[in-house]
Nanobody, 124 residues
Framework: QVQLVESGGGLVQAGGSLRLSCAAS????????VGWFRQAPGSEREFVAA??????GYTDSVKGRFTITGDNAKNTVYLQMNSLKPEDTAVYYC???????????????????WGQGTQVTVSS
C-alpha cells in the first residue's frame, strides 16, 4: 500500500512558477511509475507527466515548461512548472503504480494509488 500526499499548489500569475511535491509513505516510490494528472472543472482527468524506470514523458501542452523529477532519498516526486498559463489551472493529482510500460503511462486507469490533489490557479 502506498499513500501519496501532494503539496505546493497555489495561486500564481501567468508566467510564474510552482513546484508540486508528491510525498509517498508505506512503500518506496522507486522502482515504480509515478504520474501527474490534472482535472479542471467540467473536464476529464488528463495526463500531465510521468516518470517510469528513469524515463519521463509529458503531454504536448507542457513540454518545455514542466519537468518531473524524483528524489529517492526523500521518496518524493516533483513537478516543476514554469511559464504557467491560465489554461494550466486545475487540481493536480499524483498517482503511482508498479512499473508501467511507457506506452501505458498516460491512462489514469493504469494507476492504483492516488493523492488527494492540490489546486493550482493561474491568473491572467
Amino acid at each position: 500500500q502506498v499513500q501519496l500526499v501532494e503539496s505546493g499548489g497555489g495561486l500564481v500569475q501567468a508566467g510564474g512558477s510552482l513546484r508540486l511535491s508528491c510525498a509517498a509513505s508505506g512503500r518506496t516510490l522507486s522502482p515504480n511509475t509515478v504520474g501527474w494528472f490534472r482535472q479542471a472543472p467540467g473536464s476529464e482527468r488528463e495526463f500531465v507527466a510521468a516518470i517510469t524506470g528513469g524515463t519521463t514523458g509529458y503531454t504536448d501542452s507542457v513540454k518545455g515548461r514542466f519537468t518531473i523529477t524524483g528524489d529517492n532519498a526523500k521518496n518524493t516526486v516533483y513537478l516543476q512548472m514554469n511559464s504557467l498559463k491560465p489554461e494550466d489551472t486545475a487540481v493536480y493529482y499524483c498517482a503511482a503504480n508498479r512499473i508501467l510500460p511507457f506506452s501505458t503511462i498516460r491512462s489514469p486507469r493504469n494507476y492504483n494509488y492516488w493523492g488527494q490533489g492540490t489546486q493550482v490557479t493561474v491568473s491572467s
